[in-house]
């Protein structure tokens, strides 16, 4: 068996002592990315975890790190790769979700990995490849508060499983973003976990429970139970912004921003908001830098959002999540993600 690449470290069952006795020894320890290779009762099956492609969220890290320092023995072979090492460990530590002169690790997922990200993105791919796990995890923190929801690309038992081993809201998408969940295609049962604010420790809590289930059960794709009240949000779309737009986080509207949005906005995340709810503060001749497109290219703003004067709207009733009140994040990569409150589709 390859052991992959030179870009990862392999390290085969280190036991409570080795890994240090805090999270930050431990991430010294490996001091760039891992891949933790833990024995199980049943060593002919093998499940994986993937964590902190983000450097900023720690979650997912602190809950393997407790698993190790408890010894807990898995039912079946647990491979554990921690990403961005070096990036959280970067002072202050845990503060870069990516940094800034390297690429965001979970969109390197895809052709062409040219980047550094994107030649560590293709060798965690080609381990996965040879060692042929029966599921994956993927470990985030959401970069505002909220609750812990799963995404996912494929609503199917499986799927739906590994999602009820943390959480009961499972977020179905196509979107095509270079994420390590898009690895369901190669059908490998996969969803990305987002347990919550960084910051929130609550968040530690569901990842450390979320990983033992995953790890000790003897099956994690047996369907749930029929009753089980899964909450499913499908095909949910992004609002983006255009590279020159300016965004501020504000109790009243910047008239020098495009958009000002105000500090609690993440308090919508996962409520249902009626249309006649402000969320923020549009200049209107700055529409335009908005972008709101399903994953087919289609143009949908004009369905989810409306402006009012100045004052923007849901157009109808929604749903929005992954509110980020980061105004880097909200033009690298999206102020939030929205779907109708009914369920209806948006083309
Ligand atoms: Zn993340």
Not at 190 to 217: F, K, L, M, W
Request: aromatic share 8%; with cysteine.
């Amino acid at each position: 068996m390859s052991l992959g690449s030179p870009l990862i470290r392999y390290w085969y069952n280190p036991s409570s002592d080795m890994v240090g006795d805090t999270v930050e020894a431990f991430l010294q320890e490996m001091a760039g990315p891992t891949l933790i290779h833990i024995p199980g009762r049943d060593r002919s099956r093998k499940r994986a975890i993937c964590t902190l492609l983000h450097g900023n969220e720690p979650s997912g890290t602190r809950g393997i790190f407790r698993f190790l320092k408890e010894g807990i023995e898995p039912a079946v072979d647990l491979l554990c790769f921690i990403g961005s090492v070096r990036t959280a460990l970067h002072e202050p530590m845990f503060f870069y979700r990516h940094l800034p002169e390297d690429k965001d690790l979970n969109r390197c997922f895809k052709a062409p990995f040219e980047s550094d990200q994107g030649r560590l993105a293709k060798a965690i791919l080609d381990i996965l490849q040879d060692m042929n796990p029966e599921a994956l995890i993927d470990i985030h923190n959401t970069s505002g508060m909220g609750p812990c929801f799963a995404v996912s690309m494929k609503q199917d038992p499986a799927h739906e499983a590994l999602t009820s081993l943390f959480t009961d809201r499972m977020l179905v998408t196509g979107l095509k973003l270079g994420a390590l969940f898009e690895y369901s295609e190669r059908n490998v049962p996969t969803v990305t976990i987002e347990c919550g604010g960084a910051q929130d420790p609550h968040a530690d809590n569901i990842a450390y429970e979320g990983i033992r289930r995953y790890a000790t059960a003897e099956d994690v794709l047996t369907p749930v139970p029929a009753d089980w009240d899964l909450e499913v949000l499908r095909e949910p779309v992004r609002l983006e912004l255009q590279a020159d737009a300016s965004i501020t986080y504000s109790e009243a509207e910047d008239v020098y921003a495009d958009i000002t949005l105000p500090p609690d906005v993440e308090h919508h995340n996962f409520g249902r908001i009626n249309p006649d709810v402000p969320l923020g503060w549009v200049k209107p001749a700055s529409w335009d830098k908005l972008i709101m497109n399903t994953p087919g290219g289609v143009d949908v703003k004009d369905k989810v959002l409306r402006l009012e004067g100045n004052r923007l709207y849901p157009a109808q009733a929604l749903k929005l999540f992954m509110i980020t009140t980061n105004a880097t994040i909200a033009k690298s990569d999206c102020l939030f993600y929205a779907v109708t409150d009914d369920g209806s589709h948006l083309e």
